[in-house]
């Protein structure tokens, strides 16, 4: 098993920028896809990014130019820069992981992955 701790979200302005962490502890060891998605109050659950141990990275559409997953394989953290910050994108952000999903197949699916996080919250004010 691997347990996740998301950090720093918070509240910014229409085109500011934040940074989230996700700290890895566990059973690290294993080869996990790594995803961030996010949940805005009565709309499913969105894929906004996801990192495979090989490097290759996949970016939800209404990301894709503002937003910038990576990942510390040594320190086990998985980031998300996020600029020119939307309105839009106010939700609760979650960081996953499951060793048995592909960034080349439905990596965007909240329902394939095991673990998460217990989320941090974004507002961006318009």
Not at 75 to 87: A, F, G, T
Not at 88 to 97: F, I, L, Q
Request: proline share 3%.
């Amino acid at each position: 098993q691997v347990q996740l701790v998301e950090s720093g979200g918070g509240s910014v302005p229409a085109g500011g920028s934040l940074r989230l962490s996700c700290v890895a502890s566990g059973n690290t060891d294993r080869r996990y896809l790594m995803a961030w998605f996010r949940q805005a109050p009565g709309k499913e659950r969105e894929g906004v990014a996801a990192i495979d141990t090989d490097g290759k990275i996949v970016y939800g559409d209404s990301v894709k130019g503002r937003f910038t997953i990576s990942q510390d394989s040594v320190k086990n953290i998985l980031y998300l820069q996020m600029n020119n910050l939307e309105p839009g994108d106010t939700a609760m952000y979650y960081c996953a992981a499951d060793p048995y999903v592909s960034a080349g197949g439905r990596w965007y699916n909240h329902f394939m992955y095991n673990y998460w996080g217990q989320g941090t919250q974004v507002t961006v004010s318009s």
